[in-house]
Every structure is written in C-alpha cells, then in structure tokens.
C-alpha cells in the first residue's frame, strides 16, 4: 500500500515533458533520451523486483 510502479512514476516524471510536446512538437532526440531513461527504469524495477 502506497507504493506506485516505475511506470506509474515514469508517467507521473514526464508531465511536463508531455505538456511541453503537446504545446511545441516532438523533439525527436529527447524522445530518443525518454526512451533509454524509460527502458533503465524497467530494468531497474525488475532487478529489484528478482532481489527482493
């Protein structure tokens, strides 16, 4: 109880950057960044998940 996923974190982190596309355009080499950064943060959940 209490406790959020990573995607849900992840979600919660980029609503500004959503806004910011929303508003401007996409910005092709930050999502290309987004994407890493997502990709890490799933890996990272399920290594703690197996170490736990």
């Known amino acids: 109880k209490?406790?959020?996923s990573a995607q849900e974190?992840?979600?919660l982190s980029?609503?500004?950057e959503i806004w910011q596309i929303?508003?401007?355009g996409e910005?092709?080499?930050a999502?290309?960044?987004a994407e890493?950064?997502?990709n890490s943060m799933r890996h990272a959940?399920?290594?703690f998940a197996i170490s736990s």
């Open 2 to 4: 209490g406790k959020i």
């Open 9 to 11: 974190a992840w979600d």
């Open 14 to 16: 980029r609503i500004d």
């Open 22 to 24: 929303e508003q401007w």
């Open 27 to 29: 910005d092709e080499e």
């Open 31 to 33: 999502t290309e960044v």
């Open 36 to 38: 890493i950064k997502a």
């Open 45 to 47: 959940e399920r290594f």
